[in-house]
């Protein structure tokens, strides 16, 4: 059996040491995993450009399909309890390559809608499939990585979820404003790529160093909660491993302030393009602009993919793996760019794609220390099931924000509402987060 022979890249993802056959490995899996999300919110974060088109064909509000976005993210949230456990159980690479085949199929369904009602069943069972993705692919992560490289890997494979961000909002631009398709083909087209990403995981990924003759590269021993996971064997049951997970106070502490956190992030997601594109996309005049107007939504998602990476990277190498001081940093710079964004007008393109991008560099940056915590807390052998429980939280939190910001909108008639309520909820992650202190 080969072992890990570079112990002195840990902390450096091997960038200046020899590549061993188990770092290029460690990587192969790392970028299959990316490769594979990096497609998985084509078939989520779409919803938000279809909004003004299912409103002019079914005469709904924005409140009622603020619901409909819910009913996505509170079966992704209960998906979350369930998968992450499943990940656990039998192996991330099953299980993520599943839900990226399910979720392309409950999209062309969703596209099939008469109306609301239905609209709102076929989105939430997506959102289900949809949560057999984040969780499990944490966990084969957390096979392959040590403890001192999380933040950093971590950050890269949430810095794929925010290029997917990117995707699923370029895709649907293209869709609407480009090739002037109506709303049904932003759950067909994008999605696509998402079928393509689950075949390739499932072909290139491997559960676990063991499969491929190499030693396990934890560091398990410097880390007590880490410890106690290590001696646990794989055959665990499945209650002992949700006993030990929820037993954990901070990991508990962190999914309330993930659920803030991510509250926010669904709000700018969902509803930044409603605000920027309005009732009269189609109608937009862009012909005073260097920039189309319609396109400045971008610079959430890109954004979100460089904060992303950043705070990972922080919280290994400016605060030395404590993960609540970058969360801390963030959301409470997340409050402050939130507030300046709301006095922003649209017309405003230029100033708009600067406080945006803050906004989305800030909002979504400590989606990877909040997942780096999960093994962190509870050890590598659980981490699927931690991760489904505090993404549980999050999506929980976030389809109590939709209807609400909804709701705002349409009896302020303000759609720059979003960022007060983003910046609130900013503000309480951060305030949470405080208590993590690990």
């Given at each position: 059996m080969s072992t890990v022979s570079d112990p002195a890249g840990v902390g450096s993802l091997g960038l200046t040491h020899p590549m061993t056959s188990f770092r290029r490995a460690q990587w192969r899996m790392l970028l299959a995993a990316m490769f594979c999300y990096l497609f998985f919110y084509t078939g989520r974060q779409t919803f938000g450009f279809a909004i003004p088109g299912i409103q002019a064909e079914f005469g709904v509000s924005k409140a009622a399909l603020g619901w409909a976005s819910a009913a996505l993210l509170w079966c992704y949230a209960v998906g979350q309890a369930v998968n992450g456990n499943l990940g656990d159980k039998f192996g991330g690479r099953r299980v993520m390559s599943a839900g990226a085949v399910l979720s392309f199929i409950m999209n062309w369904a969703t596209s099939l809608s008469t109306g609301v009602v239905s609209l709102s069943v076929f989105w939430?069972?997506?959102?289900?499939?949809?949560?057999?993705?984040?969780?499990?692919?944490?966990?084969?992560?957390?096979?392959?990585?040590?403890?001192?490289?999380?933040?950093?890997?971590?950050?890269?494979?949430?810095?794929?979820?925010?290029?997917?961000?990117?995707?699923?909002?370029?895709?649907?631009?293209?869709?609407?404003?480009?090739?002037?398709?109506?709303?049904?083909?932003?759950?067909?087209?994008?999605?696509?790529?998402?079928?393509?990403?689950?075949?390739?995981?499932?072909?290139?990924?491997?559960?676990?160093?063991?499969?491929?003759?190499?030693?396990?590269?934890?560091?398990?021993a410097v880390d007590d909660a880490a410890r106690e996971a290590a001696a646990v064997i794989d055959s665990e049951s499945s209650f002992s491993r949700y006993k030990a997970v929820l037993s954990n106070w901070r990991l508990l502490v962190a999914s309330v302030s993930i659920g803030f956190q991510n509250a926010a992030r669904y709000g700018l997601l969902v509803w930044v393009p409603v605000h920027f594109l309005g009732?009269?996309?189609?109608?937009?005049?862009?012909?005073?602009?260097?920039?189309?107007?319609?396109?400045?939504?971008?610079?959430?998602?890109?954004?979100?993919?460089?904060?992303?990476?950043?705070?990972?990277?922080?919280?290994?190498?400016?605060?030395?793996?404590?993960?609540?001081?970058?969360?801390?940093?963030?959301?409470?710079?997340?409050?402050?760019?939130?507030?300046?964004?709301?006095?922003?007008?649209?017309?405003?393109?230029?100033?708009?794609?600067?406080?945006?991008?803050?906004?989305?560099?800030?909002?979504?940056?400590?989606?990877?220390?909040?997942?780096?915590?999960?093994?962190?807390?509870?050890?590598?052998?659980?981490?699927?099931?931690?991760?489904?429980?505090?993404?549980?939280?999050?999506?929980?939190?976030?389809?109590?924000?939709?209807?609400?910001?909804?709701?705002?909108?349409?009896?302020?008639?303000?759609?720059?509402?979003?960022?007060?309520?983003?910046?609130?909820?900013?503000?309480?992650?951060?305030?949470?987060?405080?208590?993590?202190?690990?």
């Open positions: 939430g069972i997506n959102g289900y499939f949809q949560s057999m993705g984040w969780a499990p692919g944490s966990r084969l992560l957390s096979n392959w990585w040590g403890r001192h490289e999380r933040g950093t890997v971590y950050g890269l494979y949430t810095f794929a979820a925010g290029l997917a961000s990117v995707l699923s909002f370029v895709t649907s631009l293209i869709v609407v404003g480009h090739f002037q398709l109506d709303w049904r083909w932003i759950f067909r087209i994008p999605v696509t790529l998402l079928l393509v990403g689950g075949v390739a995981f499932y072909l290139i990924a491997r559960e676990k160093p063991e499969d491929m003759g190499f030693d396990s590269p934890h560091d398990d009732a009269d996309w189609a109608k937009a005049d862009a012909s005073s602009a260097v920039i189309d107007p319609r396109w400045i939504s971008i610079a959430l998602p890109v954004g979100m993919a460089v904060g992303a990476f950043t705070n990972g990277w922080v919280s290994d190498h400016i605060f030395n793996s404590r993960r609540y001081a970058a969360i801390v940093l963030y959301m409470a710079l997340a409050c402050v760019t939130a507030l300046y964004m709301s006095t922003i007008p649209t017309t405003a393109v230029y100033q708009g794609l600067v406080v945006l991008f803050l906004c989305g560099f800030f909002v979504y940056g400590p989606q990877s220390s909040f997942w780096a915590l999960c093994p962190d807390l509870v050890g590598h052998k659980r981490a699927g099931t931690a991760t489904g429980v505090m993404n549980f939280c999050a999506y929980l939190f976030a389809g109590l924000g939709e209807p609400l910001i909804g709701h705002f909108m349409d009896s302020t008639q303000q759609t720059s509402v979003v960022f007060v309520i983003v910046a609130v909820c900013s503000a309480a992650s951060a305030l949470v987060a405080m208590f993590i202190r690990r």
